[in-house]
Structure formats: C-alpha cells, structure tokens
C-alpha cells in the first residue's frame, strides 16, 4: 500500500522495526549510515507508522503522505544529479566538448540536458572536483547533491574541515554566508570580475517580456542601485502610490536610458564627422504587425511585436501611436510589403500643445519631467490628433498611470484638471426596480405644464 515512498536501493518492502515488541535491527540498517539518510528515513518510517497502526486523523495521515512522498522525489532527483556528474566527468576525460564543436563545458551541458546555464555550471563544477567514490555516494543516495555542491565550494573556499562538519547543521540559506564569509577576493579576482560584468537582455520564451541577466562587481552594482533608487525616488510626484523598490529601479532605468536617446547630439565639424553620424543615427520606435488581419481583428491583442522579437499589446501600441512612430509591415514567405511610417502626430502640434498646456493637466500633479502629449481618446478607440484631444501628462502619469496601469482621463473633466478613472467601471451590482406605472403617472402630472397664472 505504502511500500513505493521507502527509498531502499535493491528492494521495495518495509522491514518492522518491532516484533514482539522488541526492536529489531533492518538487514540493511548499514545502508543510512549519513544524517541525510537518517533524516529522510526518519519521515518515511513516521508516514508508514500512521499508515499501518491507524488511529490518526485523515488529514494528518495524508500530511505524513505528501511529506514522505515529497522526501522520496526529492531523493530521486539528487541520485540522478549524480549519475549526471558522473556522465560529464566521463565526457570531460574524453574530450568530449572539443569534438561536439562547443566552447566550453558549461556550453556543451546546458546545450545536451536543456537546463540554465546555472544548473550546468554546477554540473561541470562538481564533475571537475570530485573523486569517483564521492560521485557515487550522490549516486548511491548516501550524501545529498546539494549538500556535497555546498560542502565543495566551502572547501574551495579554504574552510576547515571542522567548519564544514559545523556546516551540515544549518540549512542552506546560512552556508551560502559562511560561504561569502570564508571566499577570498584577491586583486587579480576582482579585476576579473570588473572584466566579466556583463548585462544582456533575453526575451522570454514565450515573448511576453525581456528577461535582463547580468554580473556586476559590488562597487559598480551599489552605484547603480544608489542611482536608480535616487532617480526612482524623484519619478514618482507626490500624493502618487509609490510601486516597490525593484519596480522604481526598472522604471528609472527606462527613463535613463529614454533621456540620453533623446539628447541633442553636438552639431558634427566636418563632413567626415557629419557622415559617422549618419551611419549611427538611432533608429525610431518600431512596430511591427506580423499579421495585419490578426491584429486588427484581435484589437492588437495579437500580431504585434517590438522590432526586437518581444511581443506587445494594446497598451503598448496606444504608446506608441502617441510618443513614436509606428512602420506596419507585412511579411508573407520571403515578400516584404512596407505600408508606411506613421507618426504619432505632427511635431509642430506636439509643440504647440505643450506650449499650451505649460505642464502636467492631471488634477494636483505639479510634476515637470518629461512633459509629452497625449490622445484623450485614444486612436486605437476613434481619437484624432486635434488639440481639443491632445493634453499634456507628466512622463509618470503617461507612461506608468495611463498606458501601463490602464486608467483613463475623464473628458467631461476641465481641460486644465484632468481627472482619472478606472481602467473599467466598477459597481456593486445593484439596480434600482422600475417603478411602478401609477407612480410613472403622477411624476408625468407633476411636470405637466397648466395654464393658470402664478399666484
């Protein structure tokens, strides 16, 4: 009934551990030898005592169930990991990464198995550094994959053999501390890592965002994070739901960036300078729609995506049509049809209006960065670019509040104190009963016009 959640190497049945009343020792008693082994014996034996003798709660028996069995996977996964390391020793001894044409082991690995380059980091770290019999304990079940990664790079670090045993004791959060405690940095470590620091921008599988990976050295990373959190501080204006830390870094981010793209380059000398220029001119926001038809059918909640490969939706095309340019192509086999570059709107009106309007026109917000226009109704919903629909937003208001979170303007509200509401109409649900006709019929005799004078 229960026997599959023991984890005995050679057989799956439970050996008591009473005969009466008096303990016995297993034949295999040998085989849990590490505190590991101990440890996860310990559930499967507490699991199979409330299966077997009975007289618990329901709930704490399949509690003791779900443990054990969660335990027992878990084992499975660290004895693969180790038939896993003993497979990439083997093809590092052989040379294998040379003649599969990759440029490193951790290339090779995350390429084979189809794991993080982390993961296949860890693989090729313990496969460089263990002895055969340490990579069968792992295999054998005896010793945990994760532990023995942290006991050897403790190790490598230049840990006592006492303060790895004192190790075992805590979890694996706090090892990771006494590991950061115990690694030495000399000065060829840390020119290394300034000449590793890297930061790349992969979008997702599934396109829906850009996942941004990366390496800093600790000096480099606390400016940047002083930086951004100084510049996230001052994006917010005042009165405004402050977005969490990490959110702020990301948005000071974008605006960094967005400002120095949008900085006046010095007018070029020569001809020579004028030409280099020209060849590195930024390219303006692009769109394009995969499929015309899909997108227009969908309301551009497909077919669309950034020139880069990741995907975007309505929010970001109302963006778009209002700060950049949107260049609509449609691609079928190897024919390319161009439909044309749109701008949002003409620069002479985007100046006027913001000439107009001398700010932010959200009701209370006195905030002056990066002031751009905006379409009241948007042009994906029927607006037009005139300057009855145009108004003025700070770059929080615009970018984060209206086209990111969703809300609206309000254009029954005045021109000057625009009011904001939410993304769709909220109501409790109630609606009034219709009244009665004999009360219909004496509100229409109350406003009944009569031709008698006043008193």
Known sequence: MYDYLLDYPDQETVQPRHLNGVETPRPDDHLYTSRYQRERQRVYDRAHHMVQDGGYAHSDVE???????????????????GGQ???VRHMLRRGAVARFGYRNPTEMVASRLDVRRSTARELVYLAERLGDHQIESIRGGAKSYERVLAETRLASAGASVEMIRASRDLDLKEVKRLLQAHRKMSRQDERAIFEGQYISMQPSLDGSHVEVNGRLGALEADICRQGLDRRGERLVPAGETRPDAGQRRALALTTLCQDELDRTPEPAK?????????????????????????????ANEQGVAMLAGARVGPDTVDLVQCVGTTEVITVAAQNIVHHGTTASMRPALRRAVLARDDGCTIDGCTSTYRLEVHHIIPRSQGGTNTAENLTTLCWYHHHVVVHRRGMRIDPQSPPRRHRLLPPRAR????????????????????HAPTDRAPP
């Open 270 to 298: 020569t001809t020579a300078e004028r030409v280099r220029g020209a060849r590195r001119r930024r390219e303006p926001s692009l769109m394009i729609v995969a499929n015309q038809a899909l997108a227009e059918e969908s």
């Open 85 to 87: 390391i003993g497979w």
């Open 427 to 446: 109501t409790c649900g109630y609606q009034a009963p219709e009244p009665d006709p004999h009360t219909l019929a004496m509100l229409r005799a109350l």
């Open 63 to 81: 509690d003791a169930k779900a443990e054990a069995a969660l335990v027992r996977e878990q084992a499975k996964v660290s004895r693969a990991r």
